[in-house]
């Protein structure tokens, strides 16, 4: 770190002070912040397993996150008064590290005791009401806002010690600390998704952070009983600035700086949510993908961040004025990067992480410019730059929201970057038109700034204009767009498939009709009624409709079961069955909210093995689940993509469901491209084909041989059969690997292993 430190502070040392001094500031928020990002990734995950994975709970728990940070930073700004002392503010942070600290250890236990209070109450038993989310947000609110206060508090703590222990550094603290938070979320978001997850799973990562948290506590309170008095004499030597003489940047009023804060805040979380929609279908729709474009985003903005604390002490404020311009412009061009036909392409290789260099220039100069207008309200004092960060706070919350509950389902990717682009040109405009500009910075800026205002217009034009988005590439498609994902429902005949964000979900394959035709022929009576998690093109729920049973389908995302025309020619008629119903839920929420039990449930977990909160759907937790769900002979039927899976994630998920029911049976697809499980409570007795085939309806019959591969129902049977997999040879493959549960999802984080066969 001393060379990060190096850059950050050429002009500290300039001033007679000593940078080891400074460094320990850079070293607590750097380690702050990497802790904090740490508790957002955990945090998110643990929510999504205590109340679903859905959108509504995402952006409940982000906003509160957020939410807290902005109250912390606002009301201890607020409270702070200026005589305090920078032994009292290092004592207060220590105390607010040590509240953190305890938050590592309660938030997981406060989380399942949500569940757990909306699980007694009955009058939630519809979980999907509004009454639900309204719970699950005060119960969020409740459980991170306090914590997360902690959090946010602390910048306008460590910017009040500055103030009194380095007052010919403070003027420009809000930056030094703001790089600092910056360059400790980076680390926290590579050590979380890449390290310390995969090794000790999440409780114990938690741990990780906790302890961190805790060292920062006793660094500070020990070092605040050395700090009294020490900076008095570099004190007096500084003019203090009239706390109450306004403080303007291009000479616009405070309200608007303001307001320009709020929407860059607002635009920049917005575009992440875009970013991820549009940099998915290249980059795979894994858990590193997500983490890819955050530390993209942390280290761009990052660097713009030294750039800012390195330009501003040899030029004018003024003259950075025609950088919004910029900003503006630079937010088209990962539209530009994500365009299909774009050809960035090495050989025959797809170069797919060259298109996020795209979002660089973007990040890099808005972590130019947030610090450069905070610093320049602020001055070095602790009240109004914790009023500045709290107006980009609160645009930070409100831009995935807006973003993804209204600008995505409405415009799209691409014309969701034009709407979020033009408040930047409208402040771009703002800052090149206002009337106290000097001629000096006219001068040096090079061209005028009218000029690059017209020139960046022009330029972003031609690229919304001149661009496409991901589906255009396909010539025969149709897209629907929610707040969850893009789906995009592509090509003709048998040859049609199903892309969420992207990635392929399913294709028409015999393979979807086993999952339910399989474990239905197994039950020794006739079924009376089953579940289908997860829609894909609605082929098992087609399929399980055809018995003559009423069938639940549950899914996550609005627009899947609305493609279910595009592929079967009968969805209409099928979805007007009054034995017929879908729902669009998390699939575990749903079961974990619901008193109905079933005599199979079909389980096909989105692809590939290693999607994001996919582990829920096949851990040891998520069985103990089902089991409350099934009837006394019900079985399970677990899809496992092989394919696209390792050996590792293979005999992590056979021990979970071996561990979780006694009587396991697995069967290699016909296609070889994955497995179906079948789980039961009771025995699941070897049986003929001829016999499984005896128990079909006609109509069951008739659809199970619509695709092939055979024309008989008992060879259709025999296929499956013929194809079964020993579970002791399963369970042989990898054996080191863990059993599967929520705390421990191996199959989303494999990096680790992956590249150094290293295994927790």
């Not at 993908?289 to 961040?305: E, K, P, R």
């Not at 839920?585 to 389980?603: A, I, L, P, Q, T």
Request: with cysteine; aromatic share 12%; hydrophobic share 50%.
């Amino acid at each position: 770190m001393s060379g990060t430190l190096n850059a950050i502070e050429p002009v500290i040392a300039g001033g007679g002070l000593s940078r080891s001094k400074m460094r320990f500031y850079f070293f607590l928020f750097a380690i702050s912040g990497f802790c904090a990002l740490v508790y957002e990734v955990v945090w998110l995950r643990l929510a999504m397993a205590s109340f679903g994975v859905n959108t509504a709970i995402v952006s409940i728990l982000v906003s509160m996150f957020m939410a807290g940070l902005g109250l912390g930073c606002w009301g201890v700004g607020a409270l702070l008064q200026p005589q305090i002392s920078g032994a009292a503010a290092l004592r207060i942070y220590s105390l607010a590290e040590l509240l953190v600290f305890v938050s590592s250890l309660l938030v997981p236990h406060q989380l399942r005791l949500g569940r757990l209070l909306l699980q007694q109450v009955s009058t939630f038993a519809a979980w999907q009401s509004s009454r639900y989310y309204l719970f699950a947000g005060v119960w969020l609110a409740l459980t991170l806002v306090p914590w997360c206060t902690c959090m946010g508090s602390t910048f306008p703590l460590l910017m009040a010690a500055i103030k009194k222990t380095h007052p010919v550094a403070c003027h420009r603290s809000f930056s030094y600390l703001y790089a600092a938070n910056v360059f400790g979320a980076l680390l926290g978001a590579l050590g979380s998704a890449f390290v310390i997850i995969e090794l000790l799973g999440f409780t114990k990562t938690l741990y990780v952070a906790g302890s961190l948290n805790l060292l920062l506590a006793a660094l500070a309170f020990v070092v605040s009983r050395s700090v009294s008095g020490a900076a008095q004499t570099d004190a007096v030597s500084l003019p203090q600035r009239d706390p109450s003489e306004p403080t303007t940047i291009y000479g616009l009023p405070k309200g608007i700086v303001l307001v320009i804060l709020f929407t860059t805040g607002l635009v920049s979380m917005g575009m992440e949510v875009v970013w991820i929609r549009q940099f998915t279908p290249y980059l795979g729709n894994v858990v590193y993908t997500f983490a890819g474009i955050v530390a993209v985003y942390l280290l761009a903005t990052f660097v713009g961040s030294l750039d800012y604390r390195s330009w501003i002490y040899s030029h004018p404020i003024a003259e950075s004025a025609s950088a919004w311009s910029l900003l503006a412009v630079f937010a088209a061009i990962p539209v530009l990067t994500a365009d299909p036909r774009v050809p960035l392409r090495l050989g025959a290789m797809e170069l797919a992480g060259l298109r996020l260099a795209g979002i660089v220039m973007f990040c890099a100069l808005l972590g130019f410019l947030t610090p450069l207008v905070i610093d320049s309200r602020s001055s070095g004092d602790p009240g109004p730059a914790a009023n500045a960060y709290t107006a980009n706070i609160v645009g930070s919350i409100l831009g995935p929201l807006v973003t993804g509950f209204w600008l995505l389902p409405s415009f799209g990717e691409r014309w969701s970057v034009l709407a979020l682009s033009i408040p930047l040109f409208a402040i771009a405009a703002v800052t090149t038109f206002a009337r106290q500009r000097s001629e000096t910075s006219l001068k040096r800026s090079g061209l005028n700034p009218k000029i690059k205002l017209l020139l960046s217009a022009l330029a972003a034009i031609a690229i919304f204009a001149g661009c496409h988005d991901y589906a255009d590439r396909f010539a025969v498609h149709r897209v629907r767009r929610d707040y969850t994902a893009t789906v995009v429902a592509a090509g003709t005949g048998f040859r049609r498939e199903l892309l969420v964000n992207g990635f392929g979900m399913t294709t028409l394959t015999p393979d979807t009709k086993y999952m339910t035709h399989l474990p239905l022929a197994f039950l020794s009576r006739p079924p009376r009624k089953g579940l289908v998690i997860c829609f894909g093109m609605g082929t098992s729920f087609r399929s399980m409709l055809s018995w003559g049973i009423p069938t639940t389908a549950v899914d996550l995302v609005p627009s899947v079961p609305a493609m279910f025309s595009y592929f079967h020619a009968d969805a209409d008629r099928v979805r007007a069955s009054p034995m017929a119903r879908v729902v669009i839920d998390d699939g575990r929420r749903f079961m974990d909210g619901s008193s109905e039990s079933y005599d199979v449930v079909v389980v096909d977990p989105p692809p590939p093995p290693a999607a994001p909160g996919s582990s829920l759907l096949y851990s040891r937790e998520f069985y103990e689940i089902v089991k409350k769900h099934m009837q006394p002979d019900g079985i399970l039927q677990m899809w496992y993509p092989a394919a696209m899976g390792d050996a590792t994630t293979l005999n992590s998920i056979t021990k979970a469901l071996t561990q979780s029911f006694p009587f396991v049976r697995a069967f290699m697809s016909y296609e070889g491209l994955g497995i179906h499980f079948l789980a039961s409570l009771q025995a699941l007795p070897q049986l003929p084909s001829s016999t499984l085939a005896a128990r079909l309806p006609a109509s069951a019959a008739a659809d199970f041989l619509e695709w092939g591969p055979a024309h008989e129902i008992q060879q259709q049977f025999q296929i499956a059969l013929s194809h079964e997999l020993p579970l002791r040879d399963l369970l042989k493959v990898a054996p080191r690997s863990p059993v599967l549960r929520d705390d421990e999802p191996i199959n989303e984080y494999f990096l680790l292993r992956d590249w150094f066969h290293l295994y927790r």
